[in-house]
């Protein structure tokens, strides 16, 4: 009678079992529409961290869950874009997230603060391995507080400083501080983070960790990361690093052409000027491999 997808004719022979189909199917597509446009649609909450009021973004699934969850670590540019309070890269990755069944949390470290992009800042107030390390922890305790999310499946994930983060938040130490109780994170992922200082404080993970660089990584070294994880084999739980050939930093963007930063407090040749931008296999890839990851 008809094919699907494609274009819907009404032919005179039709009866009325067929426009019944019809109905039913166009019923069936509002509502798949409708159900996915809720789950994507993020809820502003406020997480109290200290004196500070974390103002967060959370993306759901539909339905009562509990649900795993996802503590999400935005980068050193803020976590709000041009046109909203969550740039394009956050907002992609949430409502993908969202769709395979994850809760996910982002706390706006920076705009909370009254803080502006902190790209070209050396000497910042709000410190990757310090504040931003206990807001993922407060991030992780509210989740673990609602009755929709499993306890003890709640992962951290972060890009650029927030993977920098994300990376010292899963660090082994001797003891984790009365502060840090609860179920642990479950699992980790860091998108291009800087390595370096990590890599000489001789970092090694306590939950299982991945790291995702792109090998023409201007901004970060990917060689950074590469000899964190080798060296932390041995001494840690499970870490592994994919280096993606050709790619830079953002290489996970929906939709960023490949451009030039300027005025950067860090870059691979301290000129402060680095590339980032799109790349569509390595996209292709951490698209495919991180959720793998967190639901682990």
């Known amino acids: 009678m008809f094919s699907y997808p494609g274009v819907l004719k009404v032919s005179p022979d039709w009866t009325p079992a067929d426009f019944a189909f019809v109905r ?3 019923l069936i597509i509002a509502l798949l529409a409708l159900t996915r446009a809720a789950a994507a649609a993020p809820e502003l909450v406020e997480i109290p961290e200290g004196s500070t009021k974390l103002k967060s973004f959370v993306y759901r699934p539909s339905g009562d869950g509990p ?4 503590v999400a670590l935005h980068g050193c540019a803020g976590l709000a874009g041009r046109s909203g309070p969550i740039a394009a890269r956050y907002r992609d990755w949430g409502e993908r997230l969202a769709a395979d069944g994850f809760v996910v949390v982002f706390p706006d470290s920076f705009g909370s603060r009254g803080l502006p992009s902190q790209c070209g800042v050396r000497e910042r107030t709000v410190r990757t391995a310090r504040e931003r390390v206990a807001d993922a922890v407060a991030a992780r305790h509210w989740l673990q507080s609602q009755k929709w999310v499993t306890p003890n499946h709640v992962s951290v994930l ?10 010292w938040t899963v660090r082994r130490r001797a003891h984790l501080t009365s502060a840090e109780g609860g179920p642990d994170f479950r699992s980790a992922v860091a998108l291009y983070p800087g390595c370096r200082t990590l890599r000489q404080s001789e970092w090694s993970a306590r939950v299982p960790t991945l790291v995702l660089v792109g090998a023409a990584d201007d901004w970060a070294p990917a060689s950074a990361c590469e000899q964190m994880v080798k060296s932390a084999r041995g001494r840690s739980a499970q870490a592994e690093i994919v280096v993606y ?3 830079y930093a953002e290489f996970d963007h929906p939709n960023k052409p490949v451009s030039q930063l300027t005025g950067l407090a860090f870059s691979v040749d301290g000129s402060g000027r680095a590339h980032s931008g799109t790349n569509p296999e390595a996209r292709a890839d951490a698209i495919r491999r991180v959720p793998q990851w967190l639901a682990r």
């Open 158 to 167: 972060g890009w650029q400083n927030g993977g920098g983060a994300a990376l």
């Open 245 to 247: 050939p050709g790619a």
């Open 24 to 26: 039913a199917l166009a």
């Open 67 to 70: 649900f795993p969850a996802v």
